[in-house]
């Protein structure tokens, strides 16, 4: 599955081959190049967060429900 993955250093988000399963991912950008760790399904809910926050930035409405 591929999912786009926000680097924690450089906060540059790019496209990545992912699982389940922890792994280890690198930073495409060359002026930074860290390695961290995708922690898994957990992480699927902080990126669809943050493709919701770009969509909104870029003038997309974003349905919100009130109780």
């Not at 390695?35 to 902080?46: D, I, K, M, N, P």
């Not at 493709?51 to 409405?61: C, N, S, T, V, W």
Request: net charge positive.
């Amino acid at each position: 599955m591929e999912i786009d993955v926000g680097c924690p250093i450089c906060q540059q988000v790019s496209r990545h081959q992912v699982s389940g399963h922890p792994c280890v991912l690198r930073c495409p950008v060359p002026s930074c190049q860290a390695s961290f760790e995708y922690a898994g399904h957990c992480h699927l809910v902080t990126d669809l967060v943050g493709q919701a926050r770009r969509l909104a930035g870029e003038g997309y409405p974003i349905p919100c429900r009130r109780a």
